[in-house]
T-cell receptor, first 111, second 116 residues
Framework: SQKIEQNSEALNIQEGKTATLTCNYT??????LQWYRQDPGRGPVFLLL?????KEKRKERLKVTFDTTLKQSLFHITASQPADSATYLC??????????FGTGTRLTVIP | DAGITQSPRHKVTETGTPVTLRCHQT?????MYWYRQDPGHGLRLIHY???????DKGEVSDGYSVSRSKTEDFLLTLESATSSQTSVYFC???????????????FGSGTRLTVV
């Protein structure tokens, strides 16, 4: 069956360190993979999209990698700040309108 | 969230009653989506629309119907609410269906629905 595993439900990290979140997927062949941030009581907010032919993508302090052989994406936040504390959702996309979501990793950045 | 609003934000309803949730956008995006979010599950697609009067089912569409009579409005109806439909419902919009540009979906703030 299809599965998206974000292998840490919760991750605590010291301010200033790099946070690394993992997304593994099974029985999907995504052409794209998206990452979202969700704060309590709010809707997800789009952060980054990476295509299957891209190995890495960066946006400010964020970096995403996508390995279609390992069926894995890594999401990095460098120089983490308390304001980065949120739940981060991985979302493989197999085609237009076919966006599937993991259950998320709750990141807490400790001052 | 800018350009997309959901109403109501909270609703409590009784089992067996019909319920309609509204999503309104001001971005003139072609694609609109309804997701539900439950503990232990990722966001799951209920229905989506790819234009006025054009809709299709998602992975958890049973017990739900949708309508889109105008570009800006996408309605989700629970025909006869059940306790299993207690959830947080999110509407999302997309210009391209995602992937064709560098843009993902824009989500509303959600509707928390409780069926008692």
């Amino acid at each position: 069956s299809q599965k998206i595993e974000q292998n840490s439900e919760a991750l605590n990290i010291q301010e200033g360190k790099t946070a690394t979140l993992t997304c593994n997927y099974t029985n999907y062949s995504p052409a794209y993979l998206q990452w979202y941030r969700q704060d309590p009581g709010r809707g997800p907010v789009f952060l980054l999209l990476i295509r299957e032919n891209e190995k890495e993508k960066r946006k400010e302090r964020l970096k995403v990698t996508f390995d279609t052989t390992l069926k894995q994406s890594l999401f990095h936040i460098t120089a983490s700040q308390p304001a980065d504390s949120a739940t981060y959702l991985c979302a493989p996309q197999t085609g237009a309108n076919n966006l599937f979501f993991g259950t998320g990793t709750r990141l807490t950045v400790i001052p | 969230d800018a350009g997309i609003t959901q109403s109501p934000r909270h609703k409590v309803t009784e089992t067996g009653t019909p319920v309609t949730l509204r999503c309104h956008q001001t971005e003139n995006h072609r694609y609109m989506y309804w997701y539900r979010q439950d503990p232990g599950h990722g966001l799951r697609l209920i229905h989506y629309s790819y234009g006025v009067k054009d809709t299709d089912k998602g992975e958890v569409s049973d017990g739900y119907s949708v309508s889109r009579s105008k570009t800006e409005d996408f309605l989700l109806t629970l025909e006869s609410a059940t306790s299993s439909q207690t959830s947080v419902y999110f509407c999302a919009i997309s210009e391209s269906g995602g992937g064709l540009a560098n843009y993902g979906y824009t989500f509303g703030s959600g509707t928390r629905l409780t069926v008692v």
